[in-house]
């Protein structure tokens, strides 16, 4: 059983930067994908970021170029990067992991099984 725990959500101005963590409990996770994804009231849960067990990253059009998406394998723990954060950036963020059924992740939420339970981002302008 791999359990997931976010953390680096807070309030942060548009412009600004924000990195955020996902511990992870045992070592399986290493051999799973991992992915960020996200949800703002009213709106479906989305894929961000997703990074395969070789490093091989994906990243939603709307944060291409601004975001990056890493692991540390040594403390299992995976992280997402968000530099020049817009108001619409705002929202509940999600790690996840799920089995790699390919050679590559990618960031659909039907995809992946453990969860966790979520860190808040606001963005002020």
Aim: hydrophobic share 30%; aromatic share 10%.
């Amino acid at each position: 059983q791999v359990q997931l725990v976010e953390s680096g959500g807070g309030s942060v101005q548009a412009g600004g930067s924000l990195r955020l963590s996902c511990a992870a409990s045992r070592y399986t996770y290493r051999s799973r994908c991992k992915g960020w994804f996200r949800q703002a009231p009213g709106r479906e849960r989305e894929g961000v970021a997703a990074i395969d067990p070789d490093g091989s990253t994906i990243y939603t059009d709307s944060v291409k170029g601004r975001s990056t998406i890493s692991t540390d394998n040594a403390k299992s723990t995976l992280y997402l990067q968000i530099d020049s954060l817009k108001p619409e950036d705002a929202a509940m963020y999600y790690c996840a992991t799920g089995p790699l059924y390919g050679s590559a992740c990618l960031a659909a939420p039907y995809l992946y099984n453990v969860w966790g339970q979520g860190t808040q981002v606001t963005v002020s302008s």
